[in-house]
């Protein structure tokens, strides 16, 4: 694997209606500053359809996680038509429940209760980027 | 959804790159929660990228505003590739510009500068929200 396929692409939905892209967009966020990196690597997921051939190259280029705010899954769907299939597909709801933390209700303005759901949904985004490095 | 009941739909780019795209999604919020709660309704981009059906509806029967953080317009872009009906555009670069006092900073958590720069710029907004209800009220 080389340098560049090193990193791992993050897909953030980035909901802007829901909680769960609130918190999507801001574990992706932490991910990518504060937990992984330089393991890491993100795109707009807008930027998929505002953008051109090197936009769509992204998911050929580095495996990629999606991470969704709820269960329509955009982030993924979108990954998968408009530049390829994500090696790992991620759902804030699912990753909540499966650790016992209740989905906030704050979309915006994130007090300690968001923010450590928000941690825990970038742990698990971590743990899925060493897994997929480890597998080369 | 009938004539009376219109709402702008708000749509805002949230890139995750820059403190320009929290800008953008600060002013959707002000825009949809303080500004004119009653008129307007938020709606996540990412559903237009799905081409999610209830979000098709909303943006092929009501006027929309588009806010994006920077140049690539990837907020409009996603709009106007499905046909809505009228679309309002607006980038938070141009409301930086204009309020150049306001620097905005941080995309997880923007910093004061940039949530007052957001909600300036919700407030300007308002005029459009009302004039685009106006029009559509002229239509009926």
């Known amino acids: 694997m080389s340098d560049q396929t090193r990193k791992v692409g993050i897909i953030s939905c980035s909901g802007e209606a829901i909680p769960g892209?609130?918190?999507?967009?801001?574990?992706c966020r932490k991910v990518l500053d504060e937990l992984r990196p330089d393991k890491s690597v993100t795109l707009c997921f807008p930027l998929f359809v505002a953008g051109g051939e090197e936009e769509r190259m992204f998911a050929d280029l580095f495996p990629t996680i999606t991470v969704d705010g709820c269960e329509k899954r955009c982030a993924a769907i979108g990954t998968e038509r408009l530049s390829g299939k994500p090696t790992k597909s991620l759902i804030v709801t699912e990753i909540l429940k499966k650790r016992g933390i209740a989905l906030p209700t704050k979309l915006r303005n994130l007090g300690d209760e968001e923010k450590a759901a928000a941690q825990a949904?970038?742990?698990?985004?971590?743990a899925v980027i060493d897994e997929i490095l480890a597998t080369g | 959804m009938s004539e009376q009941s219109k709402k702008v739909a708000v749509f805002a780019c949230s890139g995750i790159g820059k403190p320009l795209g929290s800008v953008a999604r600060e002013i959707g919020y002000e825009l949809t929660e303080r500004v004119r709660p009653d008129n307007t309704v938020l709606t996540c981009l990412a559903l237009l990228v799905i081409n999610d059906p209830e979000a098709l509806k909303l943006i092929?029967?009501?006027p929309v505003i588009a806010?994006?953080?920077?140049?690539?317009?990837c907020a409009?872009?996603?709009i106007e590739a499905h046909n809505a009906q009228v679309v309002r555009a607006y980038q938070s670069i141009d409301f930086f510009k204009k309020h150049n006092g306001l620097r905005p900073e941080g995309i997880i958590e923007l910093n004061d500068a940039g949530k007052k720069l957001a909600a300036l710029a919700a407030d300007e907004l308002a005029g459009v929200v009302d004039e685009l209800l106006a029009e559509e009220a002229k239509n009926v």
Do not use: F, M, P
């Open chain 1, 21 to 27: 892209g609130t918190l999507s967009r801001v574990a």
């Open chain 1, 121 to 126: 949904v970038a742990e698990e985004i971590a």
């Open chain 2, 60 to 62: 092929t029967e009501n």
């Open chain 2, 67 to 73: 806010i994006d953080g920077c140049s690539l317009s």
């Open chain 2, 76 to 78: 409009l872009k996603c």
